[in-house]
């Protein structure tokens, strides 16, 4: 038994994803295969297209054997603690020996050392030189590593996924894991590209997409369709938008800086933004600071207005939830470490103790929101009712 892990959104599932899982078997000999994905949230701060279990069974349909979840805090994170919350999820379980990611350079050992480049960067004089002259976290990074390292190095440092992949290298590392690194060279269309017409998309309920599309185009695509009547029940961040405007001018700079990563004056900024903005762009847009990148804004603007907080991510991953599997997903969960705290029910796992009911009633909130941003609005509780995939 050989298991990998892989760390994903899959906002929708589409054929890179299986692409993905398919090329780590192949390549690493994995028997097993366990995704931890992101919830009802994104990274990049805003709603999943389609619920958590709908998008976990795409992924189970398509290689995947076992799903569990990213907590809400970690997904709705900066990519360190997003990859640090995930890679943590992995260490508990105790039976993954490694784990597989995209990357734009194909290469292991180039980020292994970028991994060390940004590790060793990130206590530069240049580096806080940077950030205290106005430069984002990326820029400010990319300044110092260019000072002390090859242009190998600093390059892979440019594309999205080689980013991503070297903090999960530097979690892991940080952690102390034994799991081991491995990337697959990312394929398809890069972000927004490859356009097709509305009707030449799959139902992705459980199906992949036609062609490597980024997931992006994807999500434009099917949103499209909705509107034009033509197909589709997804989430939709617009729909939340009055929602988000009025809790925004609700709150004090005070209780905007509680949400994660909110620091430098960027409290105050939003605090403004949200009495004059009439619309989520122009919220985004007068929120907006040289130093902090837009992902940064519709972050702390998601976790504000779900009420999410510097110590929900402090406390880390209290549990593992089960959001679908096979049966081979069950020999994951049965090599398990037996310290682990593992379910696939809420209800079971917020009993665990203090914290882990603390972050079960944060998903809930949360998905109770989620709700909402459906053209056909749902009943609370779906965290309580929805069942696990089981294929």
């Known amino acids: 038994m050989k298991t990998a892990a892989i760390i994903a959104e899959y906002n929708?599932?589409?054929?890179?994803?299986?692409?993905?899982?398919?090329?780590?078997?192949?390549?690493?000999?994995?028997?097993?295969v366990v995704i931890v994905m992101s919830g009802n949230f994104t990274q990049r701060g805003d709603v999943a297209i389609l619920p958590k279990h709908t998008r976990a069974k795409a992924a189970l349909q398509n290689g995947a054997d076992l799903v569990v979840e990213l907590p809400v805090a970690?997904?709705?994170?900066?990519a360190e603690q997003f990859a640090t919350g995930a890679v943590t999820?992995?260490?508990?379980?105790?039976?993954?020996?490694?784990?597989?990611?995209?990357?734009?350079?194909?290469?292991?050992?180039?980020?292994?050392?970028?991994a060390g480049a940004?590790?060793?960067?990130?206590?530069?004089?240049?580096?806080f030189a940077a950030m205290k002259s106005g430069k984002t976290y990326p820029a400010a990074l990319q300044s110092a590593v260019e000072k002390y390292y090859t242009d190998d190095v600093v390059?892979?440092?440019?594309?999205a996924n080689n980013t991503l992949a070297v903090e999960y290298i530097k979690a892991l590392n940080e952690s102390g894991s034994s799991i081991q690194p491995f990337t697959v060279k990312r394929i398809g269309a890069g972000h927004d590209e490859h356009i097709l017409p509305c009707n030449e998309s799959l139902d992705l309920h459980g199906k992949a997409?036609?062609?490597?599309?980024?997931?992006?185009?994807?999500?434009?695509?099917?949103?499209?369709?909705?509107?034009?009547?033509?197909?589709?029940?997804?989430?939709?961040?617009?729909r939340l938008e009055t929602a988000i405007l009025a809790k925004l001018r609700l709150m004090s700079p005070n209780q905007i800086k509680r949400a994660p990563n909110v620091h430098g004056g960027l409290e105050n900024r939003i605090f403004k933004a949200a009495r004059a903005a009439r619309s989520l762009s122009e919220l985004y847009f007068l929120s907006k600071m040289k130093r902090y990148t837009l992902a940064r804004i519709r972050r702390a603007v998601l976790c504000c207005f779900l009420g999410i907080n510097v110590g929900d991510v402090k406390i880390g991953?209290?549990?593992?939830?089960?959001?679908?599997?096979n049966s081979r997903g069950r020999e994951i969960l049965g090599a398990a470490d037996e310290s682990a705290v593992i379910d696939s029910s809420?209800?079971?796992l917020m009993k665990k103790s203090d914290l882990a009911k603390r972050q079960a009633l944060l998903e809930e909130r949360c998905t109770n929101i989620y709700s909402l941003a459906f053209e056909k609005r749902r009943v609370c509780g779906k965290e309580f009712t929805e069942k696990v995939v089981v294929l």
């Open 155 to 159: 390059g892979v440092l440019t594309g």
């Open 118 to 127: 940004v590790h060793y960067a990130q206590t530069t004089d240049e580096f």
């Open 12 to 32: 929708p599932f589409h054929d890179g994803h299986r692409y993905h899982i398919e090329q780590t078997r192949s390549l690493t000999g994995a028997t097993h």
């Open 209 to 238: 997409a036609i062609g490597i599309k980024s997931a992006s185009q994807i999500r434009k695509e099917l949103l499209q369709c909705e509107k034009d009547g033509k197909s589709g029940d997804y989430a939709d961040i617009l």
């Open 74 to 78: 970690f997904a709705l994170s900066s």
């Open 89 to 114: 999820i992995l260490n508990k379980l105790g039976c993954v020996d490694l784990l597989s990611f995209g990357s734009e350079c194909g290469d292991t050992e180039i980020l292994k050392d970028a």
């Open 346 to 348: 809420l209800a079971t």
């Open 317 to 325: 991953p209290q549990y593992i939830r089960i959001l679908g599997m």
